[in-house]
């Protein structure tokens, strides 16, 4: 709670800019909150800065995001490089619902899937997801079930080997993944 009260702070000035911009751009909220799934299996609503159009999933089917996404706005791909996007997130670690570290959470519609297709998938739910992780920084983005089943033996390992050390180490390769804005889509 400490670590995230003191981003929450410093980042302050970027986050009422990246609301002003996303405001100036398009109109709908600047938040955009995303039913996810976090320990215990249970669901949480997680915020994000919107970085899509409004309508992104128009016909309701939740889909990946692409490299080449046409439903990301302008300021939406400057946001999601710098992983601004991600910032409002902090407040879901006040509210007890995620961890600065921990394999990220994933939306109801693709854990039920993913459930079904890759043995032991369920034992990431087994800590607090976050909002950066092992998988984060070691992989690129994921975008499909063949991804899901590589970044699921990054966040088995981190389950397995979560302490103090790791997080902090996943924190300073979290700090060089968004400088050399690596993985982003």
């Known amino acids: 709670l400490l670590a995230s009260s003191t981003l929450l702070l410093v980042a302050s000035p970027v986050m009422v800019i990246t609301a002003i911009a996303i405001k100036l751009e398009s109109e709908g909220p600047v938040l955009f909150r995303q039913e996810r799934v976090r320990a215990g299996g249970v669901p949480f609503e997680m915020l994000k800065f919107r970085s899509m159009r409004q309508d992104a999933e128009k016909d309701g089917k939740p889909r990946w995001a692409s490299a080449a996404d046409d439903r990301i706005t302008r300021v939406g791909r400057i946001i999601r490089r710098l992983r601004i996007d991600e910032l409002p997130q902090l407040l879901n670690v006040f509210k007890g619902d995620m961890s600065l570290v921990g394999p990220r959470p994933e939306r ?19 800590v607090k997801p976050g909002i950066t992780g092992w998988a984060q920084v070691r992989l690129q ?18 389950v397995k080997n979560h302490s103090l050390f790791l997080d902090l180490m996943i924190l300073f390769e979290t700090v060089q993944v968004v400088l050399l804005g690596k993985g982003a889509r």
């Open 108 to 126: 109801p519609f693709f854990v039920s899937q993913l459930l079904e297709e890759i043995p032991y998938y369920a034992l990431r739910h087994n």
């Open 141 to 158: 983005y994921g975008a499909s079930t063949e991804d899901a089943k590589y970044k699921l033996e990054y966040d088995l390992y981190y």
